[in-house]
């Protein structure tokens, strides 16, 4: 298949799938973000043309590409993703003809609030169209300033992941000196990178066993680099706090 090589003009729609229709993207608005089922995060962009300037041949290149908004300091990964490919057969609806949604991949971390410059040229037999929109990358759900925490998508499970600097705050052994012995660790958590007030519970007590406060030589005072794993799902493990929390072997 041939597609034309000429210079692209304006005029394509971009655009995605929302309650069944052809929504276009505009400058300045929100494009919708899916995990795919590696774990990877996607733009679901949908073309639409002119039903005159199809013809008899529907078989259409799309190429898209996407790069940080300079306006903003939301650059994400799309420097790591700076364009996709695609070919489709394009379907007549309604006086024009529209593609289906491409899986174009744009990272693997949560990319919500990233600022994203889209640019996408369509290439049939003896036309192309380009488009370029500047929109905010957003969940389903859309806007939500805790959507900023950093997530992470893994077989159905869905994690904030929260790394930073975690204080031991306070210990409360019970008396004795079993192995085994329940001890409540109370942590506090100052994340690396700022986020926003009330979308993590950054203090927590936790229980460990006494073998293991013993074993990572846990002090009140003491400050430990930590990766918090936090589940949002039900299909999530328990939460991790970068301790372990049982099982650690006793001297």
Do not use: K
Not at 30 to 40: I, L
Not at 114 to 129: H, I, P
């Amino acid at each position: 298949m041939t597609y034309f090589d000429g210079p692209a003009e304006d005029g394509l729609e971009v655009g995605e799938l929302q309650d069944g229709l052809f929504t276009p993207w505009v400058d300045g608005g929100d494009a919708t973000y899916v995990f795919g089922f590696q774990g990877g995060v996607m733009l679901r962009p949908r073309v639409a043309v002119p039903d005159a300037l199809v013809g008899d041949d529907p078989c259409v290149q799309v190429e898209v590409r996407h790069r940080p908004d300079p306006a903003y300091d939301a650059p994400g990964e799309l420097e790591l993703f700076p364009e996709n490919v695609f070919t489709a057969q394009l379907e007549p609806l309604s006086g024009r003809w529209e593609s289906r949604g491409f899986d174009d991949q744009i990272g693997w971390a949560a990319p919500d609030g990233v600022r994203a410059l889209v640019e996408v040229e369509a290439r049939g037999v003896d036309w192309a169209r380009r488009a370029e929109v500047a929109v905010r990358v957003v969940d389903s759900d859309g806007w939500d300033e805790c959507d900023v925490v950093p997530r992470q998508s893994r077989f159905g499970c869905e994690l904030q992941l929260v790394e930073g600097a975690m204080a031991i705050t306070a210990i409360d052994a019970p008396p004795g000196f079993a192995c085994g012995d329940e001890v409540a660790v109370t942590v506090a958590l100052t994340p690396t990178d700022p986020i926003p007030e009330g979308c993590v519970e950054l203090e927590r007590t936790l229980t460990l066993e006494r073998g293991c406060v013993d074993a990572q030589s846990l002090e009140v005072g003491a400050t430990l680099d930590a990766r918090w794993e936090l589940g949002l799902t039900d299909a999530c493990p328990p939460d991790t706090f970068g301790l372990q929390l049982e099982g650690c072997a006793c001297e």
